[in-house]
């Protein structure tokens, strides 16, 4: 369990199950945020061999990239005004490749938590 590489597939069901928790009205609440999450990744993915620990774990690994993409996609946004968004996106993903030193690989991921990007 500890060992089992995270693919795609999951990384993209864990920031929806996140957003799914974040977002369901307190009356349909139940347990913890992850606990949440874990259900609702769990019922997307039918996997069992994520803890509660590995998703919070792995989110945090997910959402610090995603921030950082987030202040240089903003940054580029404010400097280059009135850009078409694509275009806005391509520099910002360069411009995390030479401060960050590799590439951002995680696009998808960012389009989901865009809202949800606050330090």
């Known amino acids: 369990m500890a060992n089992n ?6 990384d993209l069901t ?3 199950s996140f957003v799914e928790a974040v977002c369901t009205p307190q009356s349909r609440r139940q347990g913890s945020l992850w606990r949440r999450v874990m259900q609702d990744f769990t019922a ?9 620990d590995a998703l ?3 989110f945090r690994v ?3 990239d995603c921030l950082r993409l987030e202040h240089i996609h903003n940054e580029v ?3 280059g005004g009135d850009i078409d968004e694509d275009v806005t996106l391509q520099v910002a993903i360069i411009n995390y490749r030479h401060q ?5 690989k995680r696009v998808s991921e960012w389009e989901i938590l865009r809202l949800f990007l606050v330090d």
């Open 5 to 10: 590489p995270w693919t795609a597939e999951e």
């Open 77 to 79: 946004e404010y400097l």
């Open 56 to 58: 919070s774990s792995r």
């Open 100 to 104: 960050v030193g590799r590439d951002f």
């Open 62 to 64: 997910i959402r610090s």
């Open 44 to 52: 997307h993915t039918g996997a069992h061999n994520r803890t509660v």
């Open 14 to 16: 864990l920031c929806e």
